[in-house]
């Protein structure tokens, strides 16, 4: 089968949230079928890392893009009912390229992830079209809105309306839309488009992100996380000066790790507080997980699957998060990690943790078990399968004459 493949960022080489699961998808899919990939570069860096997809699938388009001419077109659809999101994600060569592949070949189906770049490929109509939201961007542009001042707290909120309007529109101009998790599948199927929809979950790379066996400091924790990305700027702030003072007022010695790349003026300022080090981007963020006596993912704003969670608990690193950051794991608090839904909860969390060592273990090994078990690459490709499968046995698909497979919601 031929499959031409779109994602919003060229996902290579998979170490940010946004590139890992399209990239697992492009070398799942890549291992039995013909894989043409098509996604923009937004650096001359981010082009270079990016041929390294050449091994994975069978050929790549990539158009690279400025950062000044992206805000520009952001900005101006900014009195338009078109998302600025969808300008800053647009590029008319990769436009150009995507319509010369389809007017030269036959594909048996187009995949696109992230509705940003559904753009590219709402107008065809001979081909079945799969669109993976991921996560639906439009609610967790609503969660920005509630925590940024006003006027940006206005301007938050107008992109989100306008990206629920887009997300409802190009949903129906596809055969079948899927999520990353059962609550944005909810969401998705909140809108009652009339489109089949399902949703498969993100993986981990369970042997690359392995127990090692290290010794850990028992009074270390840790956050990993991209340090650029708003949502969890927002929720180190509020937890060294919420939550890690209270922790150090009954165990001095405690030290936080935010480790991550980019971390803007503000972030690096919080390493001049005690026991605080801020390290910028790091080749490997094992090392600073093993040393860590837990991790901790307080995060006020999240949608979808916190990669670095399920990251976590596969190094059999125990994990103390809030309960909107583990919506997206699929694992049961208490019993596979730590939730906590105030301050307070997270001071008596970590420090239970931190005092009991037995409770630690058990914490790490159960992690580790579940996300073998539930969140496992493998499992989640198998979940995709059946949903291609579905897509293409449909009714009403334009290329195959298989027998349709009998109607139902979701797969599994």
């Not at 158009?63 to 805000?71: G, L, R």
């Not at 605080?276 to 006596?293: I, K, N």
Request: a positive charge; hydrophobic letters at 40%; proline letters at 6%.
């Amino acid at each position: 089968m031929k499959i031409l493949y779109l994602c919003h960022r060229f996902p290579f080489p998979p170490k940010r949230g946004g590139k890992i699961r399209p990239f697992n998808m492009i070398k799942h899919l890549a291992a039995t079928h013909e894989v043409t990939v098509a996604s923009i570069a937004r650096s001359p860096e981010e082009a270079r890392e990016g041929q390294g997809i050449a091994p994975f699938c069978a050929r790549f388009e990539m158009a690279q893009v400025s950062a000044p001419i992206q805000v520009a077109r952001m900005v101006a659809r900014l009195p338009t009912l078109t998302p600025s999101s969808f300008g800053f994600f647009y590029s008319a060569d990769l436009a150009d390229r995507v319509r010369a592949l389809l007017g030269r070949e036959r594909f048996n189906l187009i995949f696109v992830h992230c509705s940003s770049v559904a753009q590219y490929v709402e107008h065809v109509r001979d081909t079945p079209k799969i669109l993976d939201f991921g996560d639906m961007d439009s609610q967790k542009w609503l969660e920005y809105a509630r925590y940024k001042p006003f006027p940006l707290s206005a301007g938050y909120w107008l992109e989100a309306k306008k990206l629920e309007r887009e997300e409802r529109r190009l949903a129906r101009r596809f055969d079948l839309c899927t999520a990353t998790t059962r609550a944005e599948w909810e969401t998705l199927e909140s809108y009652r488009t009339g489109v089949v929809t399902d949703w498969f979950p993100n993986g981990v790379d369970n042997a690359y992100f392995a127990p090692s066996g290290v010794e850990y400091d028992p009074d270390t924790i840790c956050f990993v996380g991209r340090m650029d990305y708003y949502p969890n700027q927002e929720c180190m702030f509020d937890f060294c000066a919420n939550i890690l003072p209270r922790i150090q007022e009954r165990r001095a010695q405690v030290k936080l790790l935010i480790v991550g790349a980019d971390p803007s003026p503000a972030i690096k300022k919080l390493g001049e507080l005690k026991g605080v080090t801020v390290t910028g981007s790091v080749p490997d963020v094992r090392p600073y997980l093993e040393r860590s006596a837990l991790m901790v993912a307080p995060l006020n704003i999240a949608r979808g699957t916190q990669n670095k969670i399920l990251e976590a608990m596969a190094c059999g690193v125990p994990v103390v998060t809030s309960g909107i950051a583990a919506g997206g794991v699929d694992a049961v608090a208490g019993e596979h990690f730590a939730t906590a839904a105030s301050s307070e909860e997270h001071v008596q969390a970590i420090l239970r943790i931190l005092g009991n060592s037995v409770e630690r273990r058990r914490l790490a090994v159960a992690g580790r078990e579940r996300m073998l078990s539930h969140h496992s690459w493998h499992r989640s490709m198998q979940r995709l399968d059946l949903i291609i499968e579905r897509c293409l046995r449909a009714p009403n698909c334009v290329t195959t004459n298989m027998t349709p497979e009998p109607g139902r919601r979701e797969v599994g």
